[in-house]
T-cell receptor
Framework: GAVVSQHPSWVICKSGTSVKIECRSLDFQATTMFWYRQFPKQSLMLMATSNEGSKATYEQGVEKDKFLINHASLTLSTLTVTSAHPEDSSFYIC????????????FGQGTRLTVV | GENVEQHPSTLSVQEGDSAVIKCTYSDSASNYFPWYKQELGKRPQLIIDIRSNVGEKKDQRIAVTLNKTAKHFSLHITETQPEDSAVYFCAASTGGAGANNLFFGTGTRLTVIP
């Protein structure tokens, strides 16, 4: 299967600061990338979908000005959590699709964000 | 948007027994239904998937069934082994070349007791 790399795997930041998470497809071109948030012992909640070269589509209830998504190339998407607060602490995970692989989505390792 | 419900939330079985996890979806346009296994601290891994033009698919000890009319699909694991212990997520998507969204169920924590 294809490989998706997410960085960093964990980060601790102070309230009010911004944090950027990168999601890279290493051996394929990701036409679409998804960003999810996962609380402990809960499911993956889709935050937004990004297509290369266009604006991300955010799910209802997700603040686009707080969670900035950029998909500048076919191999890189970034999620920036702006003005982070303790309630933003969570596990963020990306996944990517390549139409050549069909509909399967490949997941990154995830990023555990702790805001103190 | 799509709403995927999954049951049960936890499931314990004896090694060698079968495990069944059920999901329902709300969007009749959904036509791609993957199942993911997530071990503790790891990323979700696709274990099996089914498309709406197929009613059942099997891969060794794992099988998935789909009832489009009732909008539900199930994961069946036979001859369970301790290494099957993990959280399993079902998902639904409209699929196709233009498909973007993949909506997940709430997850089932499966414990296989040796």
């Amino acid at each position: 299967g294809a490989v998706v790399s997410q960085h960093p795997s964990w980060v601790i930041c102070k309230s009010g600061t911004s944090v950027k998470i990168e999601c890279r497809s290493l051996d394929f071109q990701a036409t679409t990338m998804f960003w999810y948030r996962q609380f402990p012992k809960q499911s993956l909640m889709l935050m937004a979908t990004s297509n290369e070269g266009s604006k991300a589509t955010y799910e209802q209830g997700v603040e686009k000005d707080k969670f900035l998504i950029n998909h500048a190339s076919l191999t890189l998407s970034t999620l920036t959590v702006t003005s982070a607060h303790p309630e933003d602490s969570s596990f963020y995970i990306c996944s990517a699709r390549d139409l050549k692989w069909g509909t399967e989505a490949f997941f990154g390792q995830g990023t555990r964000l702790t805001v103190v | 948007g799509e709403n995927v419900e999954q049951h049960p939330s936890t499931l314990s079985v004896q090694e060698g027994d079968s495990a069944v996890i059920k999901c329902t979806y709300s969007d009749s346009a959904s036509n791609y239904f993957p199942w993911y296994k997530q071990e503790l601290g790891k990323r979700p891994q696709l274990i099996i998937d089914i498309r709406s033009n197929v009613g059942e698919k099997k891969d060794q000890r794992i099988a998935v069934t789909l009832n489009k009319t009732a909008k539900h699909f199930s994961l069946h694991i036979t001859e369970t082994q301790p290494e099957d212990s993990a959280v399993y997520f079902c998902a639904a998507s409209t699929g196709g070349a233009g498909a973007n969204n993949l909506f997940f169920g709430t997850g089932t924590r499966l414990t296989v007791i040796p």
